[in-house]
Each structure stands twice: as C-alpha cells, then as structure tokens.
C-alpha cells in the first residue's frame, strides 16, 4: 500500500508497450511546452513525457520546455533517473490535495496526465 492508501492493485506494468509511447506521442502531436503529471511513481510514464517535451523543444526551437511531476513517494529517486538522461524535470514532493494554481505560477500546461490517487477525494480535486 501506497502512502496515504492509494494502492497499486496488480504488477503488471503496461506503460512500456502501451502507455508510454501513446503518451509520448500524444504530447509531441500537440507539441506541449509544459506537462503536468500527477502520480509519476517510478517514472515509467514521466520518461516518455518529459522526452517529448525535450524533443519538442529540439522539433519548435521552444527554449524553456519542461516537465513537472507531482507525487508521495520515490520524487527523489525517480527525478534524479530523469535528469541523469538530459529530461528537463522537475518532480515535487506533494499530495495532489494540495497543489493549487499558485503550485506552477505563470505556468500554462499543454498537457496534464493524472494518474495518482484514484480515491474519490483526489479525483474530484483534481479534476476541479
């Protein structure tokens, strides 16, 4: 069980052949600046975030792209994988509870993946 009782109900890790790339994806589409993830855990889907972000920046000549990721647990461990392959990251150690639009100011993200405590109290905050 996770900090604060979210819990992980199977150990199957779908996010490299599936997750991941769609992910990654997505945001070079859209061409996001920014990314906010919630819930980066052991980074699996934070490293195909923050690397489309990085290659956006290299595609558009975007000087100042950067992922930023919220979560309980591992911020220091999983943060400090990202930056030792060249992502622009930063990952904050919060509850999702208490992020408020003061959390990323002057920060408009491109593309927000939530993926954290999945209790009805933090979905419901973060998804207002």
Known sequence: MRKGGCRHFTLINSTIPFFGPMLYLLA???????????????????FYLASAVKDNGTRFGM????????????VKSTEEKLLAEGLPVTILEKDSLTITKDTFPG???GLAFIDG???EEHVVYEFK
């Open 28 to 46: 070079r589409q859209i061409g996001a600046e920014y990314i906010c993830e919630i819930g980066t855990a052991e980074g699996y889907t934070s």
């Open 63 to 74: 000087t100042n792209n950067h992922f930023y990721g919220v979560d309980i647990v591992q």
């Open 107 to 109: 920060i408009m993200f």
């Open 117 to 119: 405590c999945h209790d």
